[in-house]
């Protein structure tokens, strides 16, 4: 089995489009489910309106990843045309701590509160700045943003994906896929499940919900 959010999600998709005999499923709490219609009408040099046959579901997607394209994914832009030029990651910790504390808004504010003495979940202030220290001390501030360069795929195209996928949807993850697009994005989709609790980083703020929910996807096919 395979299981990714993040980046994690994207390779996970594109190693499930392989179809290798020996990958029996995969589980994405990040699924790449946005229809080609929905993603033209997203990039931002798009002049078309959204359709306007979305369900509630849908359009709250829809409104969601408008957000993030247009107010929340600048880092990735960045990244992606001159990764070579955020020299600052490696000049300085305070620079690094930036960068990488200012992701999207949701986890932004989760982050905030573990800040001020309110964890939420598993996330905490120690947690954060562990990660952080990570980055520096392995001097990988610049070279983790190379994969936004070389990537060349929508964040959460469609992959075409026709092994059993499971889809698991945290309230606070970037969009919330709708279940019309995940069962279009991946016809054999064999779990869904949406959550009360749980964001972007849901494997490090709820481990055990985020346990609870691979093996809940992956029991079908042991």
Do not use: C
């Amino acid at each position: 089995m395979a299981q990714g959010g993040d980046w994690g999600a994207i390779i996970t998709d594109v190693m499930a489009a392989q179809t290798p005999p020996e990958l029996l499923g995969i589980h994405s709490n990040m699924p790449g489910a946005v229809p080609p219609d929905i993603s033209k009408a997203l990039r931002p040099v798009s002049v078309d309106p959204p359709p306007s046959n979305l369900s509630a579901d849908e359009r709250r997607a829809y409104e969601e990843l408008s957000r993030v394209y247009t107010k929340g994914i600048g880092y990735a832009i960045e990244m992606g045309l001159r990764p070579q030029t955020l020299y600052g990651l490696a000049d300085s910790p305070i620079a690094l701590a930036a960068w990488m504390l200012d992701h999207d808004a949701l986890s932004y504010e989760d982050i905030s509160h573990a800040f001020d003495g309110h964890p939420v979940g598993d996330l905490t202030r120690d947690e954060v700045l562990d990660n952080i220290t990570l980055t520096w001390v392995t001097n990988t501030g610049i070279s983790s943003g190379r994969l936004y360069w070389e990537n060349k795929l929508g964040f959460f195209d469609v992959k075409n994906v026709s092994i059993p996928a499971a889809v698991s949807v945290f309230p606070k993850e970037l969009y919330e896929a709708p279940r019309s697009w995940a069962e279009r994005a991946y016809p054999n989709l064999i779990y869904y499940n949406t959550l009360d609790r749980g964001g972007h980083f849901a494997a490090w703020q709820e481990p055990q919900l985020f346990s609870q929910e691979v093996r809940a996807a992956f029991r079908s096919l042991r």
